[in-house]
C-alpha cells in the first residue's frame, strides 16, 4: 500500500503513484491533464484496486462516484454497468479497454492485467460512437516498464476460494529498446450460492518495441477461459424479498458449467513526426464465446401457487467478435494568438454476433401448469429435461468514421474542447432458420463541446455539452427501430488541494434520452420504442493524500433518473431500474511505521427498482438499501515479502447486490475473510 505522492512524470497510460492520478488520455485521446479537460472525469488507480483485493472490476467502480452494478448475465462478465443513471448494454459499446470497445459481446476483466479504470461522465458519442449517454468505462491496462521486476501473489478466503497472480517485467534488449511483460493468474472458487463454482486460467503479454529514436510499436493482449454455473440468484415473491434463502440455486447442477473463452489483441504502431506531432495506426481484434446449458426461472414470470416458479432450458453457444481499427494524427500549433492540439482521425469496425440457442416452451399464464417446475422454498433437482426449439440468430454492424477534434487555450486562464464524429453505420439482423432479415443504413452527426476557466491555481471550473446515440434492433415486423438518441449538459469545479496532493471533482448534469427500446409486452424476444428518460443529479469524487501517511479516495452521488414520456399507461414517472438516489463509498489507509498499513471501506448504495429495461414491474418495490463496512491491512514481513488481510461485510449485512428483473436477484456475499501475500523479486 505505497503512500509515495504522484510522480512528475506520470503519464495518461502510466502508473499512478498513490491515489491520486492527474493525466488521462480517455476524453480526447491525447496525453492531457485532467485538470484541463471539460468533463467529468473519475479514476481508480492501480493502489486502490490492490488495496480492495478484488479480481473483478466492480468494487473499484464503487469509487467512482455515480457507477451501479447491473446485469453480469449470471455471473459470467462485467459487461453492463450503469453510469449517471443509463446502463450500458451488452453491445452498447459502454465498456472500453485502451480506447476501444471490448463489450460488444461477452468480456470479463481481470483486474490483475488493469493499470487504472477510468470513468468518463455524460454523453461520448462525439468520440467513441455508440453508446448510452451515461458516459463510458475505459480500463487502461498494465504497459511494460523501464525495469527488471517479478512479483508473485498468493490469495485464499473463505468459501475454498485460491488465486495465484504473476506479473513479471523485463527489458528483452540491453539497450532497453525491446520491453515486455507478462500477468498470468489463475482461479478456482466456490461461493455461498449452493451449486455455484468457477475457474479461470488467464494470460495477458504485452511488448513495447521503439523501432526508431521516434517510433514505438505497442503490443497488449488477453486471453483467458472462464469455466462458471451461471447463477441468475434468487426471485421476489409477489415483489417481495426475504422469501427464498440467499444460497438457494434454481438451476440444475446437472448442467454443468458455461465456458467463457475470450481471445483480445491490440496493436499500436505511433510514429513522431517532430516533438508536437505524433501518428498512431491501431487495432484490436477480440473474439469471444460462451457455450453450454443453462436453466433458470422465467425472467418475468409469476409464481404458480405459493411455492412453484417455471423454468427454462437453454443450451445455447453463442459467439461475438470484432475488429476495429484507428488512424489519427495529433499535434499543437499556434494560429490567431491561440495554441490548438487538433486530433483527426478516421475509424472502421467489423462487429457481429452469433447466437445459436435452444429454447424450451416456457408457460407465464398462472392458470396453465408450470413449465419444468422448481420449489422456490425447497429445490428437487435431476428432472427430466424438456425439449427445445432452436433459435438462430446472426447481427452485423459495419461502421465508418471521422474524427475530429480542438483542444484551444485562449489564454492562461481559458480553453475549450471542440469535437465531432461523423459516422456511417450499416447494421442488418437476419435469423436463417426463418429467413428472416431487417437492415437499415444511417448517417450520424455527434458533435461535443466543452470550456474551462482556471480560476486560480487551486480552481477549475468547467461546462460541457454532448450528444450519443445507440442503433436500434428490429421490432416484430421486423423493421429495425429509431436509433436511441442522447442529450447532455453538465457542469462543475476541479480542486487541486493540500499542494497537489488531493484532488476532487464535484458536477452536476442533466441528460435526456429518446426512442428508448424496451421489451415488446406482446411479442416476447423483439423490442418497441416506448418515449423519453431523464436523469439528473450531482456526483463527485476525492483522491489522493492527506498528511504523510494517510491515502483517501471517496466519492457521492445522487442521481433522479426517470420515465418522463411513454406511450405505455401507467408508466410515466417510473424511476429508472436499478439506480439508487444516493450512493456512496469511502477507502481510507492508515500507514503506520515498519511497513504495517491498516484501512477500511464502507460503501453505501440506496433503495433501486428492479431493473427490467427502463423501469421496475413495481412501483415503490425492489432492492432495499443496504451498507457494508471492510476492513483491510497489510504488513512488510521482510523487505519483499508482504502479507495482506480483508474482511468484506464485517457487519454480516444481508443485503441484495443486483437485479435484472424482479426474479433474477443477485444476493450480496455474507462476511468472510481473505488472506494474501506477495512476493517481490
Do not use: C
Not at 459495419?398 to 481559458?414: C, G, M, R, T, V
Not at 432492492?623 to 476492513?631: A, G, K, V
Amino acid at each position: 500500500m505505497d503512500i509515495s505522492s504522484t510522480a512528475l512524470e506520470e503519464r495518461a497510460n502510466g502508473p499512478v503513484q498513490g491515489y491520486r492520478a492527474t493525466r488521462s488520455a480517455t476524453a480526447t485521446r491525447t496525453d492531457t491533464s485532467i485538470e484541463e479537460v471539460p468533463q467529468s472525469i473519475s479514476v481508480v488507480p492501480r493502489q486502490v484496486i490492490e488495496d480492495l483485493g478484488d479480481s473483478r472490476i466492480d468494487r473499484a467502480l464503487d469509487f467512482a462516484g455515480g457507477v451501479g452494478r447491473q446485469n453480469d448475465f449470471g455471473g459470467m462478465s462485467n459487461a453492463s454497468f450503469s453510469v449517471r443513471g443509463f446502463t450500458s448494454g451488452f453491445s452498447s459499446g459502454s465498456l472500453f479497454r485502451n480506447g476501444f470497445s471490448v463489450n460488444r459481446g461477452y468480456y470479463a476483466a481481470d483486474t490483475a492485467t488493469l493499470e487504472r479504470i477510468e470513468v468518463l461522465k455524460g454523453p461520448t458519442g462525439g468520440l467513441f460512437g455508440r453508446g448510452d449517454p451515461g458516459g463510458v468505462i475505459n480500463m487502461v491496462s498494465k504497459r511494460p516498464q523501464n525495469e527488471t521486476f517479478n512479483r508473485l501473489k498468493f490469495s485464499a478466503g473463505r468459501w475454498d476460494r485460491y488465486r495465484v497472480d504473476w506479473d513479471s517485467n523485463a527489458a528483452l534488449t540491453e539497450d532497453g529498446q525491446l520491453l515486455a511483460r507478462v500477468n498470468l493468474a489463475t482461479e478456482t472458487r466456490k461461493s455461498f450460492r449452493d451449486y455455484v463454482d468457477m475457474q479461470r486460467q488467464m494470460v495477458a503479454p504485452a511488448v513495447t518495441w521503439h523501432l526508431t529514436e521516434r517510433t514505438r510499436l505497442l503490443l497488449d493482449s488477453e486471453f483467458t477461459r472462464t469455466d462458471n454455473v451461471m447463477d441468475r440468484g434468487i426471485p421476489s415473491v409477489n415483489g417481495q424479498l426475504g422469501g427464498v434463502k440467499h444460497s438457494t440455486f434454481l438451476g440444475e447442477p446437472g448442467d454443468g458449467k458455461l465456458r467463457l473463452t475470450t481471445s483480445l489483441l491490440q496493436l499500436s504502431l505511433e510514429h513522431d513526426f517532430q516533438p508536437d506531432w505524433t501518428a498512431r495506426l491501431a487495432g484490436q481484434y477480440l473474439d469471444s464465446r460462451i457455450k453450454g446449458t443453462v436453466t433458470d426461472v422465467l425472467f418475468s414470470g409469476p409464481l404458480f401457487g405459493t411455492d412453484t416458479m417455471s423454468r427454462r432450458y437453454n443450451p445455447n453457444d453463442m459467439r461475438h467478435h470484432s475488429l476495429i481499427m484507428h488512424a489519427e494524427v495529433f499535434g499543437k500549433f499556434h494560429l490567431a494568438g491561440m495554441q490548438h492540439q487538433l486530433l483527426a482521425g478516421i475509424e472502421t469496425e467489423n462487429w457481429r454476433q452469433d447466437y445459436y440457442n435452444h429454447f424450451s416452451a416456457t408457460n407465464s399464464d398462472p392458470s396453465l401448469p408450470p413449465s419444468f417446475p422448481i420449489n422456490i422454498y425447497n429445490p428437487i433437482y435431476g428432472a427430466a429435461r424438456p425439449a427445445t426449439t432452436p433459435s438462430y440468430s446472426k447481427n452485423q454492424v459495419k461502421s465508418y468514421a471521422l474524427n475530429l477534434q480542438d483542444q484551444i487555450d485562449f489564454n492562461e486562464h481559458l480553453s475549450g474542447l471542440l469535437g465531432l464524429r461523423l459516422e456511417n453505420i450499416k447494421q442488418q439482423r437476419s435469423n436463417p432458420l426463418n429467413n428472416d432479415k431487417a437492415k437499415q443504413d444511417k448517417d450520424v452527426a455527434v458533435p461535443r463541446a466543452g470550456i474551462t476557466y482556471k480560476l486560480n491555481h487551486q480552481v477549475n471550473l468547467f461546462a460541457g455539452i454532448g450528444t450519443s446515440f445507440t442503433p436500434n434492433n428490429p421490432n416484430y415486423n421486423g423493421q429495425i427501430l429509431k436509433a436511441e438518441k442522447g442529450l447532455g449538459y453538465e457542469a462543475g469545479v476541479k480542486l487541486d488541494l493540500l499542494e497537489g496532493r488531493l484532488g476532487a471533482t464535484l458536477a452536476t448534469f442533466h441528460i435526456t434520452k429518446e426512442n428508448v427500446a424496451n421489451p415488446d409486452p406482446t411479442n416476447p424476444g423483439f423490442s418497441i420504442t416506448v418515449g423519453e428518460v431523464r436523469s439528473q443529479g450531482i456526483d463527485a469524487q476525492v483522491s489522493g493524500k492527506i498528511g504523510d501517511n494517510f491515502n483517501l479516495i471517496a466519492a457521492y452521488a445522487f442521481i433522479d433518473a426517470k420515465v418522463t414520456q411513454d406511450q405505455r399507461v401507467g408508466y410515466k414517472g417510473s424511476r429508472l431500474g436499478g439506480i439508487p438516489h444516493h450512493s456512496g463509498s469511502v477507502l481510507g489507509i492508515w500507514a503506520f511505521q515498519e511497513g504495517l498499513n491498516v484501512g477500511a471501506s464502507v460503501n453505501y448504495v440506496g433503495q433501486r427498482e428492479f431493473s427490467t429495461g427502463i423501469q421496475a414491474p413495481y412501483k415503490g418495490a425492489g432492492l432495499p438499501s443496504y451498507t457494508t463496512l471492510d476492513f483491510l491491512g497489510s504488513w512488510e514481513i521482510l523487505p519483499n515479502v508482504t502479507a495482506g488481510i480483508k474482511l468484506n461485510n464485517a457487519l454480516n449485512k444481508k443485503y441484495y447486490e443486483r437485479s435484472s428483473s424482479h426474479n433474477w436477484i443477485t444476493p450480496g456475499e455474507p462476511r468472510n475473510l481473505n488472506f494474501n501475500l506477495l512476493i517481490s523479486f
